[in-house]
């Protein structure tokens, strides 16, 4: 190998080094598009009060694979339910996320007499169709 070439190899990964030290990219510096005249131009400071800075639209998110929510199916089924069984569903939905937060407090230790309130609460959710 020649000197030149391992000299040319030196300086690019020191230029390497120093660009991945100093994390300087084209990207984190903003542009803006400014219109003067019928001109246009770029700079990296804003021309105007309300210019706008471009390269700021956000990645598209693919959510093709996930599980869609159930919310929907709920709440079309809740709402057939007439008023006082929608207000029933809505008390034990809280009700019983507050019994399996101290169900699960209670860990190794929960008897079945612990978990009857959850079992009655599940049980009347059921029977309302929530």
Do not use: F, N
């Amino acid at each position: 190998m020649s000197v030149s070439a391992i000299r040319w190899g030196a300086a690019l990964v020191a230029i390497m080094g120093l660009q991945a030290a100093c994390g300087v990219r084209a990207q984190d510096t903003p542009t803006y598009k400014c219109v003067a005249r019928g001109r246009v131009t770029y700079s990296q400071i804003p021309c105007a009060p309300g210019a706008r800075e471009l390269g700021e639209r956000h990645a598209r998110v693919s959510m093709r694979y996930e599980t869609p929510p159930q919310d929907r199916a709920k709440a079309e089924r809740r709402a057939e339910l007439p008023a006082d069984a929608r207000a029933e569903c809505s008390a034990l939905d809280s009700r019983m996320a507050a019994q399996r937060a101290q169900l699960k407090s209670l860990g190794a230790t929960a008897t079945l007499h612990d978990e009857m309130p959850l079992v009655q609460s599940k049980k009347r959710y059921r029977e309302l169709h929530c």
